[in-house]
């Protein structure tokens, strides 16, 4: 991984066959990240995405095997106790330019990953939703 400090965060390259979720997660504890949004493109190995199942508050999962563009990543990076979690959904095209698309568990870096961590000023906390089956923002207003 490669990164650099700019104004608004952090821009991150990941390397080919780095894992791309695992290691945000260890940047955001190496870096103290306690908010911020995430937007990436690139291209991924392997990922896997997940449907939330509201009715049965779980998700179904599936790996997509090979290389995939990342057409879009977007979403946060907050803290669930001390814990940072990441809530990212991904976008991803194949060869024959079909789309996937769906919460972002797991992936290797394809030929790059480059990934704009924009920082927050505050803590973004997530506390269990008993409604919902999630650990969602818990905001102040």
């Known amino acids: ?71 879009a990543i977007v979403g946060n990076l907050g803290r669930f106790g001390n814990d940072p979690v990441l809530h990212v959904h991904a976008t991803i095209g194949a060869v024959d330019f079909s789309t996937r698309g769906g919460h972002l568990f797991a992936g290797g870096a394809g030929a790059t990953c480059e990934v704009f961590l924009r920082l927050l000023d505050a803590r973004l906390e997530r506390k269990p939703d008993p409604e919902v089956g999630l650990n969602l923002w818990a905001l102040d207003g």
Do not use: C, S
Request: hydrophobic fraction near 45%.
């Open 1 to 71: 991984m490669q990164w650099k400090a700019v104004r608004e965060g952090f821009v991150i390259r990941f390397l080919h066959g780095e894992d791309v979720v695992g290691g945000l997660l260890d940047f955001a504890v190496a870096h103290r990240v306690e908010g911020a949004w995430v937007n990436a493109l690139g291209a991924i190995a392997d990922p896997e995405l997940g449907y939330y199942h509201l009715d049965r508050r779980e998700y179904t999962r599936q790996v997509f095997p090979g290389e995939w563009e990342i057409t």
